[in-house]
């Protein structure tokens, strides 16, 4: 698999190198808070969250709907901004990048997989995959023998030629996972991934994610309703009320996880 290497950028961060048992953190948020206001009212999902996720983890994030899972993977991966605090990525405060720092962050730094792909579905896979390729100025046939390498990784070696839009759900998420890790970024940012799929290729999404972990040294984040995938991540997040809180990884089957059920952490007193 050829990784894109050519970046004179110095916030990326090379963790790809980095052998992930080291504790060396990759991403850290300081009093972390999104407050948004709509004509009189105010809600504020994220409220002071204070957490760092090491190198080579795999952290998932639970909570009901509307706590405000997405509202923090949009703050991580710089698509959105905190009403005040900072995220840290490789040591580097996100809110110091200029504009065109968190244009490489996004579309090196940071792979993006959501419940709906966002593919374009008049577009062959290849095409798709190759588009951030295209974006950081790779040429367009060493771009597509690059996205081809890819969906081979993928499983979809004989669909690369397929528009988009012809794929099954299950397919269109693996172009989608594709296409976030296509430029080696460090970090993966998942929200709700399995979220449209039946159970059988919900695992099979949940297992090429965990295997793409490992083979490409990423640190990824999961944001999930899926609490038997969940319960397979090294560490469970629980995010309600604007905090976020460990929840260690004996989630009890199909019951909704609280903080006062919580078993052991893994990292006693680590968020
Ligand atoms: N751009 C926005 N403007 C106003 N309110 C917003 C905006 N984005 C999110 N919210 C509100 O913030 C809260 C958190 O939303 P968010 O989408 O982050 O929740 P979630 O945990 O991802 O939910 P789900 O599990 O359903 O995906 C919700 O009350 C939502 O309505
Ligand atoms: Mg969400």
Known sequence: MQTQTNSSVAILDDSRSVDPRTSAILLRCDSLRKTFRSGTQEITPIDGLDFSIERGETVSIVGPSGTGKSTLLHMLAALDTPTSGTVYFGGNSLQSFSEAELAE?????????????????DFTAAENVAMPLLVRGVGLGQALRTAGEWLAEVGLASRTEQRAGELSGGEQQRVA????????????????????LDERSAENIFELMQRLHGSHHLTSILATHNLSLARRTDRVLILEHGKLAPIGNTLAGSAAPSVASAGPTKTPGRV
Do not use: C, F
């Open 177 to 196: 996972i594709a296409r976030a890790l296509v430029n080696g970024p460090a970090l993966l940012l998942a929200d709700e991934p399995t979220g449209d």
């Open 105 to 121: 962050y996004r579309n090196r730094a940071v792979g993006l997989v959501w419940q709906r792909h966002h593919l374009l579905p």
